[in-house]
């Protein structure tokens, strides 16, 4: 899908500029009230209108509507300035006049209706007096008809090197998409990002004024000792470089306050950059010493508006414009590009085509936590939910007294840090009423799921056991052989449930005995389930008809045995590889 933007309260346009990177995403309209930075916005967001206009005035709010729609807007980014979470002890949140231009935000959003908004803030929105302010905001979106996901990013985790943790809300018409979750052990640097600029000292250096009228193709600027534009060091007083000459390299000024001049004292936060650090957040002070770590790690001054420029991931061809203040504040307000563009790439997939929907089975490769919302929003319900998820048993173990040592329990990434408990309430609520859940889990956390299966409304009947005839073994002469796994079965309170004892038999155990799976029935799928374990518990528990839910599928053993005993299926699957796999077994099995 291709996304045309409407960037509010754009500034220089760093949202854009990072959105921009990715083919699906082009931005058309711009708006801010700062002249000098929608002239930085012209110049540098290609095929954009930047407008110097003030979000309040309807004459101004009417034309970016009629020019959002003439131009196909569907996509509404920006941060809105709140200042106002709560008054006087008084939970006032969008009611606070200080959030006025919030609320302008939500009109224009609620006017445009557009696919997919953004609304990038500080952390501060999201956790304010207890999420009062939050629940505001997600009501009058949703009333709108929008699906919502919220949370918290770090730029660092995005090839940022700077630890700046903001707010971010999603909002979509038709898809649950999540926050983009960044690589926290690939962290870029304040070396990796700066140390390769030509080593200004106060006063040295281009500013944005030598840049004006000139053709951009003169200043191509990426290597030390070439022209760098924006790069310009603030010309210190001789007090401040004294200052500056106090702190050491990439340190903090001495604690115990120093007399300089008269009453001069240095007592203030004074302190340097660190090479093989992230930075912390930049602002719009930057070029000052005194506002805190932001001065260079070894060099007597304050770091240039290039430095802070490629600290935020600005590119070095994006060349702001304007003075001074104005370019440090178009700076420090602007969202990273890189961060922005991580966010861009989460929209894209979650609207790329990876669903199957047929008549009696529909597969969607997505986030469980998230696409939830998505089937909320459809009001689906489902007669019956049944996984496996992950159990969070990953690990390195010793096998070396075993005769053909294996290296470990792992199963993969899916298996580590899996919320084993935050998806069951959300799933819960689409359950029908006379619906049931049975949860494959390890014996290790038995107890835990059925505290919170009651804690949200189902009345725990049972715990099932898989038997295994043939199991894995393991270290024989110390432990015993893991030959079960386990399943809790619950119903909604006061349901009719399903349980379809065969006439042959006097009573059912809660034993199922199966081999693992092997032979043509194998995928690469590590943790399947047989389809003869998956089938006997489905005939027992559920009717002909009813539709059952897996939100964990994996290589969709539950859906092909749901298929096969003409039940009705939805599948969830987050990993690209078994999605796959499932896809196809689930057309093999309906004889496609």
Not at 519 to 541: F, N, V, W, Y
Request: proline share 5%; charged share 25%.
């Amino acid at each position: 899908m291709e996304f045309k933007i409407l960037d509010l309260f754009c500034g220089a346009g760093g949202f854009s500029y990072g959105l921009d990177k990715n083919k699906n995403f082009k931005t058309v309209l711009g708006l801010d009230y700062d002249t000098n930075a929608i002239n930085t916005f012209n110049k540098n967001i290609e095929g954009a209108v930047g407008i110097v206009g003030d979000i309040t005035d309807e004459k101004v709010k009417k034309h970016i509507v009629e020019k959002s729609k003439k131009l196909g807007v569907n996509m509404i980014i920006g941060g809105p300035p709140c200042q106002g979470f709560s008054l006087k002890g008084k939970q006032l949140g969008l009611d606070d006049p200080r959030n006025f231009l919030f609320l302008e935000y939500i009109k224009i959003v609620s006017e445009i209706k557009p696919e997919v908004f953004i609304i990038e803030n500080v952390r501060n929105l999201l956790n304010a007096s207890d999420g009062y302010f939050l629940n505001q905001i997600k009501e009058k979106f949703t009333k709108i008809g929008y699906i919502l996901n919220t949370g918290f990013i770090n730029a660092k985790d995005f090839g940022v090197p700077q630890n700046r943790e903001r707010a971010i809300i999603i909002g979509s018409l038709s898809r649950s998409v999540p926050l983009p979750t960044g690589k926290s052990n690939e962290i870029i640097t304040v070396r990796d990002a700066i140390s390769d600029l030509w080593y200004l000292n106060s006063g040295e250096g281009l500013d944005a004024s030598d840049y004006i009228n000139k053709p951009q193709s003169e200043y191509q600027s990426m290597l030390r000792g070439e022209k760098v534009y924006n790069h310009k060091a603030t010309n210190h007083s001789d007090l401040a470089l004294e200052k500056l000459k106090m702190v050491p390299p990439e340190g903090d000024k001495s604690s115990i306050p120093v007399e300089l001049h008269g009453k001069q004292k240095f007592a203030t936060t004074w302190s340097r950059l660190k090479w093989d650090e992230v930075s912390p957040t930049i602002d719009t002070r930057f070029d000052t010493p005194s506002n805190g770590r932001n001065s260079h790690p070894v060099l007597h001054r304050a770091i240039t508006p290039r430095e802070a420029a490629r600290i935020q991931s600005f590119d070095d061809d994006f060349i702001f414009t304007g003075p001074k203040t104005s370019v440090c504040r178009q700076i420090g307000n602007a969202v990273p590009p890189l961060m922005a563009k991580a966010i861009g790439e989460t929209i894209s997939n979650a609207y790329m085509d990876k669903r199957v929907e047929k008549e009696d089975y529909s597969a969607y490769l997505a986030d469980s936590f998230v696409f939830v919302k998505e089937l909320k929003k459809n009001n689906i319900k489902v007669n019956h939910i049944i996984t496996d998820p992950p159990y969070n048993i990953s690990k390195d173990n010793n096998f070396t007294t075993m005769s053909s040592p294996r290296k470990g329990v792992d199963f993969g990434d899916w298996d580590k840090k899996f919320d084993l408990f935050g998806w069951i309430k959300d799933y819960v609520e689409i359950l029908d009423k006379n619906g049931s859940i049975i949860i494959f889990c390890s014996y290790l956390y038995i107890s835990y799921i059925i505290d919170e299966l009651k804690e949200v409304g189902i009345d725990v009947k049972d715990v099932l056991v898989w038997k295994k005839s043939n199991p894995m073994p393991r270290n024989i002469n110390r432990r015993y052989v893991q030959d079960m796994e386990f399943a809790i079965w619950g119903v909604k309170k006061g349901a009719k449930w399903a349980f379809n004892k065969p006439n042959n038999v006097p009573y059912l155990r809660s034993v199922f005995e199966t081999s693992l799976v092997s032979g043509k029935e194998k995928t690469e799928h590590p943790t399947q389930k047989s389809l003869k374990l998956m089938k006997e518990i489905i005939e027992i528990h559920t009717n002909k008809k009813d539709l059952i839910l897996d939100p964990f599928m994996g290589s969709a053993s539950t859906g092909v045995a749901s298929l096969e005993l003409g039940r009705k299926f939805i599948g969830i699957e987050s990993e690209h590889k078994y999605f796959q796999i499932a896809i196809k077994r689930l057309e093999n099995s309906r004889g496609e």
